[in-house]
T-cell receptor
């Protein structure tokens, strides 16, 4: 069974640039959730994808967008980067639907630094 | 008032001590409760997952939920230096809804 993987591990960008982060979900999982974790804080929910459709969104502006692909991998895109976007971005996979559970398994994260 | 309150610490204990970590929450609709362990610069790792009020034990770890008081705890027995990490409590309303996290408590176990 393959766990959740994320790429890249680290990224440095400048203000105004755009970034794409990638996540491969755990084998057998069809739901991917993205979280932002600022230094010294708990993760904050950005959005969730279930079977390629957005299935809930947290309090983040529209410049945060995402995609889920037929193989259930996912991308997080952030446009017009701001200094406050510097954080660890976490992807969590789970099995959604009526037979699913709430157990979400996290990847190692992508550390984004905006200069 | 934040939905989930957790003392950020840091908490420093000697090896072998019993550690008690706690969270309180304000929304009585939360149904499922988790504890995650996060090592520095890594993703959170699911440690414990509970639903009903009461205790759940797994090795050296015991999770306790008191829904009437809106209070959850994680106990670590015979703590080891390898337990040094940040412990995050998290909870969800139902189904595959988003996790709501506490701030995390940073724990150091000193040999």
């Amino acid at each position: 069974e393959t766990g959740v993987t994320q790429s890249p591990t680290h990224l440095i960008k400048t203000r105004g640039q755009q970034v794409t982060l990638r996540c491969s979900s755990q084998s057998g999982h069809n739901t991917v959730s993205w979280y932002q974790q600022a230094l010294g804080q708990g993760p904050q929910f950005i959005f969730q994808y279930y079977r390629e459709e957005e299935n809930g969104r947290g309090n983040f502006p529209p410049r945060f967008s995402g995609l889920q692909f037929p193989n259930y991998s996912s991308e997080l895109n952030v446009n017009a980067l701001e200094l406050d976007d510097s954080a660890l971005y976490l992807c969590a996979s789970s099995l959604g639907g009526t037979s699913g559970s709430n157990e979400q398994f996290f990847g190692p994260g992508t550390r984004l630094t905006v200069l | 008032q934040k939905e989930v309150e957790q003392d950020p610490g840091p908490l420093s204990v000697p090896e072998g001590a019993i550690v008690s970590l706690n969270c309180t929450y304000s929304n009585s609709a939360f149904q499922y409760f988790m504890w995650y362990r996060q090592y520095s610069r890594k993703g959170p790792e699911l440690l414990m997952y509970t639903y009903s009020s009461g205790n759940k034990e797994d090795g050296r770890f015991t999770a306790q939920v008191d829904k009437s008081s809106k209070y959850i705890s994680l106990f670590i027995r015979d703590s080891q230096p390898s337990d040094s990490a940040t412990y995050l409590c998290a909870m969800v309303l139902s189904g595959n809804t988003p996790l709501v996290f506490g701030k995390g408590t940073r724990l150091s176990v000193i040999a």
